[in-house]
């Protein structure tokens, strides 16, 4: 027999079943909320505590790699990459906004890729880095950089490469 707290707090219907209670999980669960602030949401999570690419990324949080955006441009198309890439960035402003940067530790610190020995994905990143580049900053209205003093930093010892907009 259960108790009124299990019947009332676990039966019933909901407006949403949310799979997974990591970062993705619940900003979908809160989202729907907030657009729908009577329906009842339910967030499931396997274990005790969330256990998924939230807690095995943590820390890490960006709109995409050079090589990944590069890959999307060609698999997808220009347009449906930068798409992807402002829904990403936007996610990222949004989840500093509602739980705020000292909470969460943000630090904008750029990013970079690093790659190994003779890695055709490195030429091939270091190839489409004006192209690359030239997306982004029409994708954010930034005014194209002169040839005279770039930001972007190669580094063939290391085989890193870093991208001009961090």
């Known amino acids: 027999m259960l108790s009124i707290w299990e019947r009332t707090a676990f039966g019933g219907k909901y407006g949403l079943a949310v799979v997974g209670a990591g970062i993705t999980g619940l900003f979908t669960a809160l989202h729907y ?15 005790p505590h969330p256990s998924g690419a939230s807690v095995k990324n943590a820390g890490f949080a960006c709109f995409g790699s050079p090589s990944e ?21 936007r996610g990222l402003q949004e989840l500093r906004r509602t739980l705020g940067d000292g ?11 690093v790659f190994h020995g003779d890695d055709a994905l490195y030429t091939r990143v270091a190839d489409g880095f004006d192209r690359l580049n030239a997306a982004l900053r029409s994708a954010f209205a ?12 190669w580094s063939t010892r290391n085989r890193s490469a870093w991208s001009e907009i961090g």
């Open 103 to 113: 909470e969460i530790g943000f630090e904008p610190v750029g990013g970079y890729e």
């Open 69 to 89: 955006l590069l890959r999307d441009m060609d698999e997808i198309g220009e347009q449906a990459a930068l798409h992807r890439m402002d829904e990403r960035w």
């Open 142 to 153: 930034l005014a194209p950089r002169s040839a005279a003093s770039p930001r972007r930093t």
């Open 33 to 47: 909320k907030r657009s729908h602030p009577r329906a009842r949401v339910l967030v499931l999570e396997r274990g």
